[in-house]
């Protein structure tokens, strides 16, 4: 089954303490992408990958780290979390192709507590 | 960067009329318009998509339309059933694959 699968579901966290979520896509996309959601402001994106070793930042990228080591994975890292990160966090991915403009297959989503 | 803006915030409408969603972008570079349905407590899924190149696009009872000259796109939703209430996400991208969503528009669709 395609599908993109996040870890954890559910994380609650103390200010400080370095976590990762996962992210791991079986459909051989290029691209891969995390955004969070916050009410009222929908989805903004934080960091996106077109290919292995190939990052850029998104709208909001401060306080996040990524990598792309291999082309199924783009773990989520959170160096020293704070209050201000809590939010739910989806990974996407999607083929790339010239031109751009890709359907995103989004993960079920990381509720992320920051205390 | 883009901006994208989603009117209205939310709508509610009778099962069997019609909704409306209007969405403005900023960057006339954008060229790649899809739609999000995000039902409750689930991912966001794509409904349908537009191009820069294509003025409107139908499948069955959702259409998108497309005004690239005054920057903006619609989704159009007939004979509104309660499955389809969600909230439901505009976005706009150019080539260099960042995605900027609109806020959001929560619809309830009424018995």
């Known amino acids: 089954e395609a599908q993109v699968t996040q870890n954890p579901r559910y994380l609650i966290t103390v200010t400080g303490k370095k976590l990762t979520v996962t992210c791991s896509q079986n459909m051989n996309h290029e691209y891969m992408s995390w955004y969070r959601q916050d009410p009222g402001l929908g989805l903004r994106q934080i960091y996106y990958?077109?290919?292995?070793?190939?990052?850029d930042k998104g709208d909001v990228p401060e306080g996040y780290k990524v990598s792309r080591k291999e082309k199924r994975n783009f773990p989520l890292i959170l160096e020293s979390p704070s209050p201000n990160q809590t939010s739910l966090y989806f990974c996407?991915?999607?083929?790339?192709?010239?031109?751009?403009?890709?359907?995103?297959?989004f993960g079920p989503g990381t509720r992320l507590l920051v205390l | 960067g883009e901006n994208v803006e989603q009117h209205p915030s939310t709508l509610s409408v009778q099962e069997g009329d019609s909704a409306v969603i209007k969405c403005t972008y900023s960057d006339s570079a954008s060229n790649y318009f899809p739609w999000y349905k995000q039902e409750l407590g689930k991912r966001p899924q794509l409904i349908i998509d537009i191009r820069s190149n294509v003025g409107e696009k139908k499948d069955q009872r959702i259409a998108v339309t497309l005004n690239k000259t005054a920057k903006h796109f619609s989704l159009h939703i007939t004979e509104t059933q309660p499955e389809d209430s969600a909230v439901y996400f505009c976005a706009a991208s150019k080539n260099d694959y960042k995605l900027s969503f609109g806020a959001g528009t929560t619809v309830t669709v009424r018995a």
């Open positions: 990958s077109m290919n292995v070793e190939v990052t």
């Open positions: 996407a991915s999607s083929h790339w192709l010239a031109g751009g403009g890709e359907t995103q297959y």
